[in-house]
């Protein structure tokens, strides 16, 4: 059974770091990263649609997506500056607050007995930016994708 998202945020740092397991091969957990169509099926909270307009998984690569709803469009982007299949790095900006641009590391970790763990680092520029993404309902969120993502995980 998969385990709970574990978000901690210290208070002295302007770093939010996550771990999340998955009943799933690595592999399994890095296609679903990789891959547009898979991305879209899982990626945000219940009750957005997403549009992908890019997704160019590569070193060098970048992204732009848009999730929406009754209120509104929520658009994000950012640059993949590394990607291999234990390691991406990437850039991470909602355009409803420009400038705010966060560095995120993902480390995709083989559990053996086919499990995975996801490791993840996000950077944001200042304390005020770390707090809003916490506070935005961003916890939620990924909860509730990383629900998504289990569910979409076995048909892979």
Request: glycine share 8%; proline share 5%.
């Amino acid at each position: 059974m998969s385990k709970a998202l574990d978000l901690v945020a210290p208070v002295d740092t302007l770093a939010m770091d996550y771990t999340r397991d998955f009943d799933a091969p690595v592999a399994a957990l890095f296609r679903a990263h990789a891959e547009p169509e898979l991305v879209r099926r899982w990626l945000g909270p219940y009750g957005l649609e997403m549009s992908i307009e890019r997704w160019d998984f590569r070193t060098g690569g970048g992204y732009r997506y848009v999730h929406s709803d009754d209120n509104g469009t929520y658009a994000f982007n950012g640059v993949f500056h590394t990607v291999r299949p234990d390691l991406v790095i990437q850039t991470f900006e909602f355009e409803g607050a420009p400038d705010m641009v966060n560095i995120e590391f993902l480390w995709f970790e083989d559990r053996g007995e086919r499990r995975s763990r996801l490791r993840g680092r996000s950077i944001c520029p200042n304390t005020e930016a770390r707090d809003a993404l916490l506070s935005s309902g961003m916890e939620r969120g990924m909860t509730e994708g990383y629900e998504r993502l289990d569910a979409l995980l076995p048909s892979l």
